[in-house]
T-cell receptor
Framework: QKEVEQNSGPLSVPEGAIASLNCTYS??????FFWYRQYSGKSPELIMF????GDKEDGRFTAQLNKASQYVSLLIRDSQPSDSATYLC??????????FGKGTHLIIQP | NAGVTQTPKFRILKIGQSMTLQCTQD?????MYWYRQDPGMGLKLIYY???????DKGEVPNGYNVSRSTTEDFPLRLELAAPSQTSVYFC??????????FGPGTRLTVL
């Protein structure tokens, strides 16, 4: 069974600092990796996706993938209070959707 | 584009009742998914579809049924509701690259 592990937190980060969110996955055949942000009571919103080893940057967000270690991370630079949310790591490899972790609850302290 | 829409937003069912959760997307995506999310948990895949007329079971299909007669619609049927089905249900669609777009969700309580 495919598994995706995330530290549930809460992860508390001062405003303006870098928040680092981590995710490990069990299926070595996984090909696509996604980070979703979910505010309380809302639906998941796609932030980043990455398919290849290395880093991918988009504004304040950087996704990092290491397939050998089965590890994917999300860095949020210059953290803002509006970044406070639950971050879901989703891992996929085929048509049968994504396997999600339980999410990391991030709190940005003003 | 409205994206992915779901109805109803909230529903309370009694044990043993049935209902259909509606999901519609206007992005012409072939792939559609139903997930459930329990408090403090991630999303669990219930059923998915890769195109009209094709559906398949996900990780937690028991107690649910789906149909896909059109590209746009992917309803989820609950038969004989049980308290264990109390959850938030999300429908999602994808153009096929696993990038998924989620609807606003349906919050279901079974008493």
């Amino acid at each position: 069974q495919k598994e995706v592990e995330q530290n549930s937190g809460p992860l508390s980060v001062p405003e303006g600092a870098i928040a680092s969110l981590n995710c490990t996955y069990s299926d070595r055949g996984s090909q696509s990796f996604f980070w979703y942000r979910q505010y309380s009571g809302k639906s998941p919103e796609l932030i980043m996706f990455i398919y290849s080893n290395g880093d991918k940057e988009d504004g304040r967000f950087t996704a990092q993938l290491n397939k050998a270690s089965q590890y994917v991370s999300l860095l949020i630079r210059d953290s803002q209070p509006s970044d406070s949310a639950t971050y879901l790591c989703g891992v996929g490899g085929g048509a049968d959707g994504l396997t999600f972790g339980k999410g990391t609850h991030l709190i940005i302290q003003p | 584009n409205a994206g992915v829409t779901q109805t109803p937003k909230f529903r309370i069912l009694k044990i043993g009742q049935s209902m259909t959760l509606q999901c519609t997307q206007d992005m012409n995506h072939n792939y559609m998914y139903w997930y459930r999310q329990d408090p403090g948990m991630g999303l669990k895949l219930i059923y998915y579809s890769v195109g009209a007329g094709i559906t398949d079971k996900g990780e937690v299909p028991n107690g649910y049924n789906v149909s896909r007669s059109t590209t746009e619609d992917f309803p989820l049927r609950l038969e004989l509701a049980a308290p264990s089905q109390t959850s938030v249900y999300f429908c999602a669609s994808s153009p096929g690259n696993n990038e998924q777009f989620f609807g606003p969700g349906t919050r279901l309580t079974v008493l």
